[in-house]
């Protein structure tokens, strides 16, 4: 009767989206039910800055681009995780969602748990605080996470703690040798030991003894096991971070068990301190396809903070993404690719959901599971990471739909039903989104990343005096150009005129104001001279195991924080129009045949 009344108050008691360190012990099964039932998982994160010191480049290479957001995703923390799971029923051929939306914290859960540094943006703070973002809650009620590798060394240290903590309750061994006791603590001990006296006397069970530090509980411990043999002593760490001893009375039968259950406590504790990386693991573990919208960043951050940190290697970070996340899509890639670039012009989350909302496009009613378990579409909490996470499934559903439609050999009056395992979007699997890049659209996690043919690109240095039109000037016997800052004194210049690269270095030579060269030329000299820094350094970086089976590269240490921010200009030149990069360029998309 009992157990029918607890399960039916379960059903009965209010669902809730929001999670945070006092319901996420309860809400743990909900999540992971839900996940292992969605038909496909979206996610979503909100961070404390967003860029770290180097700015992006127009002609970054995807490894290049991969060096400056590890910077990143190393310095700055994401603080809310928006996870929202997509249910396909298929005899009503309808979907539903459930919205999960998790404050995240490091807080340390014990003196050995590492207590990470973290910078914020002053950019992002201020974008949080205008979206009602509850700083409070996250301070005070974040959940906790570790990363596994994390996990397995606390566990370590426990252990031994734990196995000293036994041999020093054994009579005769090493542990429980006796130390002296120095003239000015034996008034302190006498006035402990009287206080003892006193419990024992009494027909109190439980005494708690007064403050004290670190040497003088190792003489309590010493002097009262020694005189008292049926009084169990126990260090208790009180509300405020305050350690002090704990006497209770209890037999050699009675103490022995309480060392095991105190065992067995700190073991739960430490799993509990685990926390939020278990909704990581069980991601991974189910296999599920995971949508995101511009999601290199979400993934980076969920990488380094839940799973282990970034590796310094490209290809290894690529390793790292498929072990944890099997199969990735990102809405923005799909949005900027044949056919819906042609239909969608703004791909940002909150335009790509209004356009998604109209013709050609079918977006069908996705409404929560349970009651209370999700959003309405009209909410328009954007910015709240569930939320955009359930913003991003929408979309990907009303995309996915607009294929059907277009590959139908039949019927093509209504949208068809794709589902996120049909091969219609395979092509888009793998792939994350790099914004700026016009020649390289995406990452290829699965494969080798577009080479695109850049001759017609040249990089210069020139003194710091110069602007965007001495630039131009230099170039204008070429006809409309591209520039691309780096810095204060270097800049990538693209033609339009493509036919017209053969010609610029027989006519512009390098001087002694400035330095020309071409594209190639600059990369060859910049990896000839990261190949000397290897050389040089003797080192190289340390991957630890990750606990994920598939993946065989492995954590490294972490870079340490730049001292300060280098401080670059951003010159908008009078032809910083991406069309002209956009002109005459070929296909980069392996894209499928619609028809």
């Known amino acids: 009767m009992n157990r029918l009344v607890s399960r039916l108050s379960s059903i009965l008691k209010p669902r809730t989206m929001e999670i945070t360190s006092s319901n996420f012990k309860e809400k743990l099964p909900e999540i992971e039910a839900a996940i292992d039932s969605a038909s496909f998982l979206a996610f979503d994160g909100e961070f404390t800055g967003l860029n770290a010191y180097r700015g992006i480049s127009h002609f970054d290479m995807p490894s290049e681009r991969y060096d400056k957001l590890q910077e990143s995703a190393r310095q700055f923390l994401l603080v809310q995780f928006g996870l929202c799971t997509f249910h396909y029923d298929p005899a009503t051929d309808n979907f539903s969602h459930q919205a999960f939306n998790i404050y995240v914290w490091p807080r340390p859960c014990s003196r050995n748990a590492p207590d990470p540094r973290f910078l914020c943006q002053t950019s992002s703070i201020d974008f949080l605080t205008n979206q009602n973002f509850d700083f409070n809650k996250l301070f005070k009620h974040g959940v906790s996470y570790l990363r596994p590798a994390e996990l397995e060394k606390l566990k370590d240290t426990l252990k031994g ?18 130390i002296p006791i120095p003239a000015d603590q034996e008034a302190f001990l006498a006035r402990v030991h009287s206080k003892v006296e006193e419990f024992v006397k009494s027909d109190d069970q439980q005494l708690e003894l007064e403050k004290c530090n670190g040497f003088q509980r190792r003489l309590i411990y010493q002097t009262a096991r020694e005189k008292y043999k049926h009084l169990s002593l126990t260090s208790v760490t009180k509300t405020g971070g305050d350690r002090v001893i704990c006497v209770i009375k209890a037999d050699e039968e009675q103490q022995q068990k309480m060392a095991w259950l105190k065992d067995q406590a700190e073991l739960s504790d430490l799993g509990e301190a685990f926390g939020f990386s278990r909704v990581i693991q069980k991601m991974t573990e189910s296999g599920k396809l995971v949508v995101g919208h511009n999601m290199i960043l979400d993934v980076a951050h969920t990488l380094n903070q839940f799973c282990g940190p970034l590796p310094e290697s490209y290809q290894d970070f690529k390793a790292m993404t498929t072990a944890v996340f099997p199969k990735l899509l990102d809405t923005k890639l799909m949005a900027n690719t044949i056919p819906f670039k042609q239909e969608i012009f703004n791909s940002s989350l909150e335009e790509l959901h209004k356009a998604v909302q109209l013709p050609p496009y079918d977006l069908p009613p996705v409404p929560p599971k349970f009651s209370g378990s999700g959003y309405k579409a009209d909410s328009a909490s954007f910015h709240e990471a569930g939320f955009d996470a359930y913003i991003t499934g929408l979309c990907f559903i009303a995309m996915s739909n607009r294929l059907g439609l277009l590959c139908a050999t039949g019927d093509k009056t209504k949208a068809g039903r794709v589902l996120p395992s ?32 850049r001759s017609h690109v040249f990089h210069i240095t020139f003194p710091k005096e110069w602007k965007t039109p001495d630039i131009v000037h230099m170039f204008s016997s070429f006809g409309y150009v591209f520039v691309s800052w780096q810095d204060d004194t270097s800049a990538f210049v693209s033609l339009k005129e493509k036919e017209m690269a053969p ?49 065989n590269g492995a954590e490294v240490k972490k870079r340490p924080i730049s001292p300060e921010q280098a401080v670059i200009k951003r010159h908008k030149s009078v032809s910083d129009d991406l069309e002209v990069v956009k002109a005459d360029r070929k296909k980069t998309f392996d894209e499928p045949d619609w028809e």
Request: proline letters at 7%.
């Open 161 to 178: 703690r734990q196995d000293h903590r036994r041999l020093s309750m054994t009579p005769g061994t090493d542990q429980n040798q006796s």
């Open 422 to 453: 049909s091969h219609l979007v395979q092509p888009f699997l793998n792939k994350l989104y790099l914004m700026k890049i016009a020649d390289i659209p995406y990452i290829n996690l699965a494969g080798e990343d577009l080479k695109p043919e």
């Open 503 to 551: 010609q610029v270095l027989e006519v512009i030579k390098s001087g002694s104001t400035f330095r020309i060269q071409s594209y190639q030329s600059y990369i060859d000299t910049k990896n000839q001279a990261s190949l000397v820094g290897l050389e040089n350094c003797g080192i190289t970086p340390t991957l630890e195991k990750m606990p994920f089976p598939s993946f």
